[in-house]
């Protein structure tokens, strides 16, 4: 899939509004690190409000953060053709073993996986094998997964244990930017106020948004004269009076949308704290103390918390590891994702050190039958962990013994 | 009731439609009702009696989707207008966000709205809420109909406070969509206040 039109569908040209911020922000990020936010990144919407563009720039991103990747974006549609035709030619290994290789799967209108069961075994096997591996899945679908029908619940599982995000259509300002920006990338002069009559007619999403303006654009070429604003609706044949009743509710929801962005973008500090929860949440971090702060009336210190936060949760990871290298079963513990408990994943590495420096002490041979043994054990650093591991005990007395041999000999 | 939950992500506004018996209350949710996407709307419940008045309430959920990062969800409610149903109506008003009250604007139906209007008064207070600062708006209902006051006498009878008012014919759906913006608005944008500064829950008195 790389189409010329295709190749233009970047970050840098999808217009962000308030309908599509969130899913916009989540996407960039996936692209920056695939597979350590947002896994799978799930974005739903009706037709024509951005989704394929965004499954095209996370490609386009992911490769230019990563040349390396293995990345491929396909429809769902696609997907089944390629099934149908390996199944046909006795390839289904090399199918599968043809996606289980990736680093990034994409795959757009998602929705049409309703009904096809056979499809959604061959997805879920392949899946399987791209969780195992960490790799990332981004699928964009026309409507929220739990409406797909027939869908198999490990697959809706799937879907849903990673973020799920809808767009919703673009509200005015969204859209006058749409307009504007699509007349700059066509070189179109417009006279005053031709992309605001645009913007307002009762256009369903960013498609016929651009299709009215293409049109615009096309009748000005033609009779090689700028378009005023007040033949808009008649060239288009489209009057907001004429528009259908249901559009009652879109021009609700656009107003509203406004509004409510207004409401969460009048407290940024509330903002930049959700954000950052959104983020140790996916990382699979505690963020009770950020969730306090977020549902208090006065703003906190935001940068001073967040940074505290951040520098609690490096430490955490330091001890994690320092608790997997002793194999410790605590590095697993919930215990070691919590910052509100840093000081007792402290002293849990400092019980584990102290029992790791005892295993070896307690089962130590006397000097008599290893002489060098004492010295080896007084650097406990510069032997393998392995034989700290209390669990594995008797067998490192064993072990340890004959690697003592083994190394005076 | 939290309305923005910033943790879940979730913003929710109740919204109550006040008002005397058979001035149109239920005709304004069934029309939103009927304008909304299947996918946006939860099934509105009625109550009504045989004689199709409202017995306990009716309830439309509507789901706006997500709004800046939040999962945005009206809920609308109607009171019974009937005055002997006064004990439902404070339970429908408890933890309102919002009140559209819709009035009729019949001439001989003026006396019903400044009762029920005085009953909202009322019901709040004794609910600790000051009707000072709960967001409320007024809807001068079925201005299609013969023999209506005119939208003087209507703000002389009602708008002492200078709220905000909308006329409507909630049959047609004039001015439906247009109240439940406005009133929606007041009630976002009074949030947004109440962030500016130390807070106490919206509208309470303290």
């Known amino acids: 899939m790389s189409t010329v039109v295709e190749e233009r569908l970047t970050f840098e040209r999808f217009v962000v509004g308030p309908t599509n911020r969130v ?15 947002y896994n799978p990144l799930v974005i739903h919407g009706a037709a024509g409000l951005g989704k394929t563009h965004l499954l095209s720039a996370i490609r386009h991103l992911a490769r230019q953060v990563q040349p390396s990747l293995r990345v491929r974006q396909e429809s769902l549609e696609a997907f089944m053709d390629q099934l149908s035709a390996a199944i046909a030619a006795g390839a289904q290994e090399e199918f599968r073993a043809g996606y289980q290789a990736l680093d990034l799967l994409l795959l757009d209108d998602a929705q049409f996986l309703a009904g096809h069961t056979r499809t959604q075994e061959e997805l879920l096997r392949i899946w399987d094998v791209l969780a195992s591996r960490g790799a990332q899945v981004v699928l964009a679908l026309d409507r929220a997964p739990q409406e797909i029908d027939h869908l198999d619940v490990r697959l809706g599982s799937r879907f849903s244990g990673g973020l799920i995000i809808d767009i919703t259509p673009p509200e005015l300002e969204t859209k006058l930017a749409i307009v504007k920006r699509r007349a700059e990338e066509r070189r179109a002069e417009l006279a005053p106020g031709v992309a605001d009559a645009i913007a307002r007619l009762p256009l369903a ?3 016929e948004l651009h299709g009215a303006l293409n049109r615009v654009i096309a009748v000005q070429e033609i009779e090689g004269r700028r378009i005023h604003a007040d033949e808009v609706t008649d060239l288009l044949g489209i009057h907001p009076a004429a528009a259908p009743q249901e559009d009652e509710f879109v021009a609700f929801l656009s107003d509203i949308t406004e509004t409510v962005a207004e409401v969460v973008d009048g407290a940024p500090w509330r903002r930049q704290l959700a954000q950052a929860i959104l983020r140790w949440e996916a990382e699979g971090i505690r963020t009770r103390r950020l969730e306090n702060a977020l549902e208090a009336d006065t703003a906190p210190d935001v940068d001073a918390l967040l940074t505290s936060f951040e520098a609690e949760v490096a430490e955490l990871g330091m001890l994690r590891r320092a608790l997997e290298e002793l194999g410790d079963p605590l590095a697993a513990d919930p215990l070691v994702l919590d910052p509100d408990r840093l000081e007792e994943a402290r002293a849990a590495l ?28 007084a650097a406990p ?9 209390g669990e594995k005990l008797a067998l490192g007395w064993l072990a340890l013994e004959e690697r003592i041999v083994e190394e005076l000999g | 009731m939290s309305l923005v939950n910033y943790s879940s992500r979730e913003i929710t506004c109740k919204i109550v439609y006040y008002g005397p018996g058979r001035s149109g209350k239920t005709t304004n949710l069934q029309y939103i ?49 009937q005055v002997y149903y006064d004990a439902t109506r404070k339970l429908v ?57 005119s939208l003087e006498e209507m703000e002389d009878a009602l708008n002492y406070r200078d709220l905000p008012r909308y006329e409507a014919a909630a049959l047609s759906g004039e001015g439906v969509f247009d109240t439940l913006r406005g009133i929606s608005e007041q009630v976002l944008r009074r949030l947004a206040q109440r962030f500016d500064r130390t807070a106490t829950p919206a509208g309470r008195v303290i």
């Open chain 1, 205 to 207: 999403n960013v498609r």
């Open chain 1, 350 to 377: 400092g019980s584990a050190r102290v029992t790791a420096a005892r295993a070896p002490a307690a089962v130590a041979p006397e000097p008599t039958t290893a002489p060098a043994a004492p010295a080896a054990l």
């Open chain 1, 23 to 37: 899913a916009a922000a989540a996407a960039r990020r996936v692209a920056e690190s695939p597979g350590t936010s």
């Open chain 1, 381 to 389: 650093a510069a032997v393998d962990s392995w034989y700290f591991n």
């Open chain 2, 33 to 81: 009702h009927a304008q909304v996407p299947e996918d946006r709307k939860g099934r509105m419940v009625s109550l009504a009696t045989e004689t199709d008045r409202t017995l306990f309430f009716d309830f439309l959920p509507l789901d706006l989707g997500t709004i800046s990062g939040f999962q945005t969800r009206f809920q609308l409610y109607t009171v019974p207008g």
């Open chain 2, 93 to 149: 008003l408890q933890g309102a966000d919002g009140v559209v009250f819709v009035a009729d604007s019949q001439r001989m139906q003026q006396d019903e709205n400044l009762e029920s209007f005085r009953n909202l008064q009322v019901n709040l207070l004794e609910q600790g809420v000051d009707p000072r600062t709960l967001p409320i708006c007024l809807q001068y209902n079925k201005r299609d109909l013969p023999d209506v006051l």
